[in-house]
């Protein structure tokens, strides 16, 4: 049913910014809520930001002040614009519904952070 892609990743050096999107193919209005996670080897799977159907956001304390979520509900688009970023924000970056992942994953986008 709905597929998700997600896009923008890179290599990126220390401090650098990248802003990822992330595209539904179909409508998603009926989840309360939707995230960025991201996995990097050896790591579990963490959510890092997410955005409710209303527009409340949320962080994880790694990536306050730093990451930035938002959405555009007419495009069926996510966003995460990433600035100061640091070598521990390698990882490949995935997006899904909020808490349950329900959907289908995407194939992810890598950022890698290097100097």
């Known amino acids: 049913q709905v597929q998700l892609v997600e896009s923008g990743g890179g290599l990126v050096q220390p401090g650098g910014s990248l802003r990822l999107s992330c595209a539904a193919s179909?409508?998603?209005?009926?989840?309360?809520?939707m995230g960025w996670y991201r996995q990097a080897p050896g790591n579990q799977r963490e959510l890092v930001a997410s955005i409710t159907s209303g527009g409340m956001t949320s962080y994880a304390d790694s990536v306050k002040g730093r990451f930035t979520i938002s959405s555009d509900n007419a495009k069926n688009t996510m966003y995460l614009q990433m600035n100061s970023l640091k070598p521990e924000d390698t990882a490949v970056y995935y997006c899904?519904?909020?808490?349950?992942?329900?959907?289908?994953w995407g194939q992810g986008t890598q950022v890698t952070v290097s100097s």
């Open positions: 899904n519904a909020v808490p349950t992942t329900v959907l289908t």
């Open positions: 179909g409508s998603i209005f009926s989840i309360y809520a």
